[in-house]
């Protein structure tokens, strides 16, 4: 008994902290966006100084996660709990990269004079913040209704790099001047896309954990019609 609830204790203690990873890089998204928008150095700079924080995180849980695999007998559904947090962390750590990769290119820009273009910035982060958001909640509650919305949400997010890319394109096709502050903005669409599809592979561990069931990629892809 006693080991039991020393178990869970420590799988409350991975899950405490997972949340905090969570918040964290959806900070740094919210933060890099306001830098490319308002062209602001200083929360730009403060995006690159979390990063470090969230790449601790991510060793920190892994250690944590094999220490209790190593140490304890856990049942089927918490070691897959624990695989799906070492999944998860891998995800939050390249979502917090591709933010550096954002405000490494709001630098960029921050240097040049300021570029009027049709790529709605905050409307794409918005969407792949609640993402993120939305694939965490479904992992803290077991949702997996939840998670598959969130798979299927990435249409959007999709969408709106494509309007992004077209746009841009159509700028640097009229004015030849504009091609390297909008391939620039056109890294940041991308990046914003990645962090997409990072947050579509947390909702996909979301089912694994839950219900045993590998749906990388089946989610995204629609049932055969009779």
Request: with cysteine; charged share 25%.
């Amino acid at each position: 008994m006693e080991q039991h609830r020393t178990l869970h204790a420590q799988l409350d203690s991975i899950r405490r902290r997972l949340l905090e990873m969570a918040s964290a890089v959806e900070e740094m998204i919210a933060d890099a966006t306001v830098a490319i928008v308002r062209r602001d150095v200083t929360l730009a700079a403060a995006v690159l100084e979390r990063d470090r924080a969230v790449d601790a995180l991510e060793m920190e849980l892994d250690e944590a996660c094999h220490s209790v695999l190593a140490r304890n007998h856990p049942t089927a559904i918490d070691m897959r709990l624990l695989v799906a947090v070492m999944k998860i962390t891998a995800d939050l750590e390249r979502i917090g990269d591709s933010t550096v990769n954002m405000v490494q290119a709001a630098s960029k820009l921050n240097a040049q004079p300021p570029l009027a273009h049709g790529f709605d910035v905050e409307r794409m982060s918005v969407l792949v913040q609640a993402m993120l958001r939305g694939a965490i909640d479904a992992f803290l509650r077991r949702d997996v209704a939840a998670a598959t919305a969130i798979v299927r949400a990435d249409d959007d997010v999709d969408d709106a790099y494509k309007r992004a890319f077209a746009a841009l394109l159509e700028l640097m096709t009229a004015d030849p001047a504009t091609v390297g502050r909008a391939v620039h903005l056109l890294l940041v669409a991308r990046n914003l896309e990645r962090i997409a599809d990072h947050a579509t592979n947390i909702a996909e561990d979301v089912v694994y954990y839950v219900e045993g069931r590998d749906v990388r990629h089946a989610l995204a892809v629609p049932p055969p019609t009779t």
